[in-house]
């Protein structure tokens, strides 16, 4: 039979259980908040980045060799007009 000094110990240690479980949930919480923050700046940023690279590069080439970028965007023009043409 269960005394009374163990049913208390039973509380509290069911208590202090669930105190532990709320603390675990709020730092899952925020562990994954802070992980799903740090995973949209680095998709933005790997994605964004790259690509004013890519834009800035075709500039400064573009400025400096007009002729071959304009034989390529004829090539080009060609090649997609005649793709749709129906």
Not at 5 to 19: E, I, P
Not at 72 to 82: A, E, N, Q, T
Request: aromatic share 8%.
């Amino acid at each position: 039979m269960m005394t009374v000094t163990d049913q208390s110990n039973d509380r509290c240690a069911s208590s202090m259980t669930q105190d532990a479980l709320r603390g675990a949930r709020e730092q899952i919480s925020i562990a994954a908040s802070s992980a799903k923050d740090t995973a949209l700046e680095c998709g933005s940023h790997y994605v964004t980045e790259p690509a004013r690279d890519l834009f800035g590069l075709l500039q400064d080439y573009a400025k400096s060799r007009p002729e071959v970028v304009a034989v390529w965007c004829f090539g080009l023009g060609l090649f997609v007009g005649w793709k749709l043409r129906p």
